[in-house]
């Protein structure tokens, strides 16, 4: 792939650690300062391995912000051990996130325990361990941003399919502690989700918003098969100006999941990302 040349307007850009795992994090953070890039969200394993203090340090000297930290999440066991667990991880990824200088860890519900057919039973789950979990994440200034994934993941990784459901279970908590995050990737295809991006802009809800392409076919599973900005059907520029109307101001994340982008180039991925991002979401 021939990198395109970082634009402008790039000013709210932020770019995923997943998008160029390919990449170290002191690479990354060189490739972003160079060109502009103002934020990098980043996963916890990576993170881990690298030192959580010295990432953090990495990052502010670059002169960058972590944008977000994922994942947490993963909250429906029916095993009230493991979901115990879970939540002791939670809090894990809260203390991390705070040491990062990120107010938002990025949560993935989790999906149907083996078995289980009872996905609102499971939603219900989600909710009961969030409410242990928002008093801490609170007193560490950190906001859990629940992420919506597209249908198909409901059995394995993520039982709350909609922002609407999403909303249903921030609901029960103060905007400022529990919000969701906008990924086209996940809720493009959803005829309420424009009304639901306005309610969460309205409720203040809108805690990340993250950019990824939809193409056919998708591999099997889907789980990397999230493309390019511009080369699928997404209304990206459409999107970025509905969150925008509903008054949303934060950083707009690219998260794409790809194995052909991770076999490329880093450094030229992360220039077409800045590129694409210009062409197909910044500006009028």
Do not use: K
């Amino acid at each position: 792939m021939t990198a395109l040349p970082a634009p402008g307007g790039l000013e709210r850009l932020s770019v995923n650690q997943m998008t160029v795992r390919q990449l170290s994090l002191p690479e990354l953070a060189d490739g972003c300062a160079r060109l502009g890039i103002p934020g990098a969200g980043l996963w916890r394993e990576p993170v881990t391995a690298y030192g959580t203090a010295a990432a953090a340090r990495l990052m502010r000297d670059s002169g960058l912000r972590v944008t977000s930290l994922c994942r947490g999440g993963f909250l429906t066991s029916a095993d009230p051990a493991a979901r115990a667990r879970a939540v002791d991880d939670n809090r894990a990824a809260v203390d991390q996130a705070a040491a990062l200088g990120t107010d938002t860890l990025v949560l993935v519900s989790g999906g149907l325990p083996p078995g289980d057919r009872d996905l609102p039973g499971a939603r219900e789950r989600v909710a009961d361990a969030l409410a242990g979990l928002v008093p801490y994440a609170g007193d560490a200034g950190v906001r859990l941003a629940i992420e919506p994934l597209h249908p198909m993941y409901a059995a394995d990784r993520c039982v709350v399919s909609t922002l609407a459901q999403a909303l249903r279970i921030a609901g029960r908590f103060p905007p400022a502690r529990v919000g969701v995050v906008v990924d086209t990737y996940h809720v493009w295809w959803d005829e309420d989700a424009p009304a639901q991006v306005a309610r969460a802009g309205a409720e203040g809800r809108i805690h990340g918003f993250q950019l990824a392409d939809w193409t056919t076919p998708l591999p099997a599973g889907a789980l990397n098969g999230r493309a390019r900005l511009g080369d699928g059907c997404v209304d990206l520029r459409g999107w970025r100006r509905r969150v925008d109307a509903a008054g949303y101001r934060g950083p707009v994340e690219v998260e794409i999941f790809n194995e052909a982008l991770w076999s490329g180039d880093g450094a030229e991925v992360l220039a077409d990302t800045a590129a694409r991002y210009a062409r197909h979401v910044a500006g009028e």
